[in-house]
């Protein structure tokens, strides 16, 4: 591994790692307003998911960012690819470049009889892209005060769908694929994550080997 390659993997591990922890202050703020009915410690658990979902958009860009840059450096708008916050921006901008840049939630692994190791993809219950980016929109209607004279933002339909929002997205990351797509590498990161706080673990990393993942 290229001393690229190595940076770009470790900082994915500390964007996942912060993602976590982001996370988990999500469930203590919202476990507090589930006590308190109070509207700041429900806001602090929308706030923490966000940014959460915020860490896993720049983390999903570690792996490729010497083709992000130049892709976005080609902007006519807005060149500087360290200014990106929005992470379905980041999303459009990375699937032009991978489309396979979504962790892909698996099962498992399980031996096959001819040696090989096998990977199931997770079928439900964690945070497809699409959700990711429905979520990532509909949270970001509460990170500011509400205007007084506009439509009632329904801000108690959140407060129930906010511990199942945090679940998936623990789930998705919880053992998930990311593959890396460049002219010089070919290769699939498969991260365990651990939703209590340790380390993100690589549990394998596969180039031209002997490996399979079922995308269906």
């Given at each position: 591994?290229s001393?690229?390659?190595e940076?770009g993997?470790n ?13 988990i202050?999500a469930?203590?703020f ?20 966000r ?6 958009a ?6 490729d960012?010497?083709?992000y ?20 921006k980041?999303?459009s ?21 001819d040696?090989?190791?096998?990977f ?10 699409k959700?990711?980016?429905?979520v990532?929109d ?8 509400h205007n007084?004279?506009?439509?009632n ?5 959140l407060?129930?769908?906010l511990?199942?929002i945090i679940?998936k997205?623990?789930t998705?990351l ?7 797509r460049?002219?010089?590498?070919q290769e ?5 994550v651990?939703?209590?706080?340790g380390?993100p673990?690589l ?14």
């Amino acid at each position: 591994m290229s001393h690229t390659q190595e940076s770009g993997q470790n900082l994915y591990r500390e964007l996942l790692h912060e993602a976590t922890f982001r996370l988990i202050a999500a469930r203590r703020f919202h476990d507090a307003f589930s006590k308190s009915n109070s509207a700041p410690d429900l806001e602090a658990a929308i706030l923490q998911v966000r940014k959460a979902l915020e860490l896993i958009a720049y983390s999903a860009i570690a792996p490729d960012k010497k083709q992000y840059k130049a892709f976005r450096a080609g902007a006519k708008k807005q060149p500087d690819f360290t200014r990106d916050y929005n992470a379905g921006k980041i999303f459009s901008a990375l699937s032009r470049i991978n489309k396979d840049f979504y962790p892909l939630a698996l099962v498992p692994v399980e031996r096959q009889p001819d040696g090989s190791w096998h990977f199931d993809r997770m079928q439900d219950g964690y945070l497809t892209k699409k959700n990711f980016e429905n979520v990532y929109d509909r949270l970001g209607k509460y990170l500011h005060a509400h205007n007084p004279w506009s439509p009632n933002k329904q801000i108690q339909n959140l407060a129930n769908d906010l511990q199942g929002i945090i679940q998936k997205a623990e789930t998705l990351l919880s053992l998930h694929a990311r593959f890396i797509r460049t002219p010089d590498l070919q290769e699939v990161w498969i991260f365990k994550v651990d939703s209590n706080g340790g380390p993100p673990e690589l549990v394998r990393a596969v180039s031209g080997a002997s490996f399979a993942i079922n995308k269906s």
